[in-house]
């Protein structure tokens, strides 16, 4: 997707990421520049200012160090990588910054303004007479810190990200921690509904199991048919429960009529699906959960609907006639056949999910009218939607569904399923302020279990391997380069979700893993999002899919893991550093696993450790900014602290994490 500029793929993709983030350059000969000394850190404000992404229209400042005397001319050539190339890369030349300059280092200075919203690559390129070098970021896979010099144009570029000017979401996104919701699997509120599903679907009869915690019965159609009778009335029961976790958004996985159990198969956008409830309990359930300053996201399934549905009604299940009845259906022109009736457009390899397309009827129905499905939904009270499988429709097409959709809801949440597998990775292209509000951050999940999973292969394949510390710092902070800071406050940090492996499986049913996982989720910038359970200690891995979805575990929670979620949740409320403050990376140590970055804000530094070694290690921390004389406590392990110092030591146990909380 971003042409020459394959760092942006291999870095985020897995391939090959160097040992150490921060560890400068590699000497390469060139007749009179010395390599050595040159050096450009993305990850850094002394080079990079400021370190994030920008709204068009603003400048970034850059550094860049050469040997005193060493160059004559240091020049940043920036080209835009999407969304098309400009051709031939812009030269900037680059002035000395004398007061930053010193009798052994030249520090060149250069302020960039991208002229348009997109991706935009740059390195530069150093001359000392007729002698040149490159400069840029490891083309086997850098991190956006320290880069490499080459003889040769570079393959790989730094990024700089141009997000719209006018980029807003809703303010309460960030102070969000959001619990995903299976419904079926949560809590059985309401018994008299159990049976009430769509049976048969797909000519298959489905089964109600009676034991909340039996196991679940093995059939062959993955157990997508098989009920257990949770439903809205349980996940309104439960909500002092939730917010006594710190809980304040629900994230519900579809409650629409469909054939299946897990609903990703809509047979009626309009209906609440019977087992679930009605529209007066879903309702009472928006009411409850306003009360409790909870907000509701729903799951929007528009790239297909089932093809036992009213639109499609392969099955005859529905008194009018669907697309696959009859070409005089009013749905017909919502699909796409090859060969009607049997040939069409579907989600990819499952013949039961007939993909809608673009036409202007189906953009009236799902999101353009005010009484479409998308507007329908928000009026009667839901807070905002997750969107699913997003690439299957055009930019064109969500950009439009934007449009629509805020001008009339403009403080409800669009989250996307974005296409973390391709190039992009986490969907950046998506998230530049004209499409969603922010993503499921898979790459946040696949970095966390890298490293913390110790060589168990990330979901989805896009880092397997096990990441050293460095590795993970630095991919860390890219991440935060990279996202709009608006779309940080709105994409989904999650470690697990009903469609991947459950998170304590991943980390080899390790409980303090577990607990790293949380603490991380709770001090990172973005959203914290817990799959319902995890907290609790529930399992499950493999297939059926349905592996991954078992009922909560309310007999028999892991009681202390609920306490540890609970406390660093709170936590996180607590301290608005750790929800919208900088990150600022403060050293790593492959040998001892050893990681510590520092979330700042104007009032707060809270630096945050990680011990994901298997011994108690003490290590030194740097106060240039803290108030000497100032305590600090461990909010994990209770141990207090006093800034005496440039550096004080922080005694940190085996596999776990320090959060220093100042005074206030």
């Known amino acids: 997707m971003f042409g020459r500029s394959s760092r942006f793929t291999a870095a985020l993709a897995g391939v090959m990421i160097l040992s150490s983030v921060f560890s400068g350059t590699r000497p390469v000969r060139a007749q009179s520049i010395n390599t050595a000394a040159l050096y450009f850190n993305g990850h850094l404000a002394q080079y990079r200012s400021p370190v994030a992404a920008l709204p068009s229209g603003s400048s970034v400042t850059l550094h860049f160090r050469t040997a005193h005397d060493g160059a004559t001319t240091v020049t940043v050539r920036l080209d835009r990588l999407y969304p098309s190339p400009l051709g031939t890369p812009m030269q900037i030349p680059m002035s000395l910054d004398r007061a930053g300059s010193s009798s052994q280092f030249d520090l060149w200075r250069a302020t960039l303004t991208p002229s348009s919203v997109g991706i935009w690559g740059f390195d530069f390129l150093i001359q000392d007479g007729s002698a040149q070098v490159w400069y840029a970021d490891d083309p086997n896979g850098g991190t956006g810190g320290g880069g490499t010099a080459a003889t040769s144009p570079p393959t790989a570029q730094y990024h700089l990200v141009v997000y719209q000017p006018d980029f807003t979401v809703p303010s309460w996104l960030k102070n969000a921690v959001i619990y995903e919701i299976f419904p079926d699997r949560f809590y059985n509120g309401d018994n008299t509904n159990d049976s009430k599903v769509m049976n048969p679907a797909y000519r298959l009869k489905a089964t109600i199991v009676k034991n909340w915690n039996s196991p679940e019965p093995s059939t062959a159609d993955y157990n997508q048919l098989n009920y257990y009778g949770g439903d809205l009335q349980g996940i309104i029961d439960k909500l002092p429960y939730l917010k006594g976790l710190g809980v304040n958004v629900l994230y519900l996985t579809p409650i629409f009529q469909a054939g299946t159990n897990h609903g990703y198969d809509t047979a009626n956008y309009m209906e609440i699906a019977p087992h679930l409830g009605t529209l007066k309990t879903f309702k009472a359930l928006v009411a409850a959960a306003h009360k409790d300053h909870m907000k509701v996201i729903l799951d929007g399934v528009f790239n297909h609907t089932s093809s036992d549905s009213v639109y499609f009604n392969q099955y005859g299940t529905f008194n009018s006639a669907g697309a696959y009845q009859s070409q005089s259906s009013p749905y ?194 973005g959203t914290p999002m817990i799959y319902y359970g995890d907290e609790a200690g529930l399992t499950g891995s493999g297939q059926p ?102 550096k004080i030591s922080v005694s940190v146990a085996a596999r776990s994490t320090a959060i220093l909380i100042p005074a206030t």
């Open 332 to 525: 017909y022109g919502w699909y796409t056949f090859q060969s009607w009736p049997k040939q069409y457009s579907s989600y990819p390899g499952v013949s039961t999910m007939p993909e809608l397309n673009e036409s202007d009827a189906v953009k009236n129905f799902i999101f353009q009218s005010s009484d479409s499905v998308a507007q329908y939904w928000l009026a009667q009270g839901a807070d905002g939607w997750r969107l699913d499988h997003t690439v299957g429709k055009s930019d064109t097409y969500w950009q439009e569904f934007r449009t629509a959709v805020k001008g009339r809801f403009s403080n409800d949440a669009l989250i996307c399923e974005c296409d973390y597998s391709q190039s992009a990775a986490i969907g950046i292209p998506k998230l530049l302020g004209n499409m969603f509000d922010g993503d499921m951050n898979y790459v946040f999940q696949s970095l966390a279990l890298a490293f913390f999973a110790h060589g168990r292969e990330s979901p989805l394949g896009i880092f397997p391997f096990e990441m050293t510390a460095s590795q993970f710092l630095g991919l860390m902070v890219e991440l935060t380069v990279l996202i709009p800071r608006p779309a940080d406050y709105a994409s989904m940090n999650l470690i697990g979700s009903h469609d991947t492996d459950r998170a304590l499986d991943n980390v080899w049913n390790s409980i303090p893993e577990m607990r790293q996982l949380a603490a991380l989720q709770m001090t990172s910038l």
């Open 545 to 646: 899919d349905t592996a991954k979805r078992k009922p909560f575990p309310w007999s028999h929670p892991n009681k202390s893991l609920q306490a540890f979620y609970s406390r660093v949740i709170h936590l996180r409320l607590a301290n608005p550093a750790l929800r919208d403050g900088s990150v600022i990376p403060l050293f790593a140590n492959d040998a001892l696993r050893l990681v510590a970055f520092e979330r700042q804000d104007a009032k707060q530094m809270i630096p945050v450790i990680i011990n994901d070694g298997g011994a108690a290690e003490s290590v030194y921390i740097p106060t240039t900014g803290m108030k000497q004389g100032s305590p600090l406590t461990d909010s994990i392990s209770g141990k207090r602290y006093t800034v005496s110092g440039p």
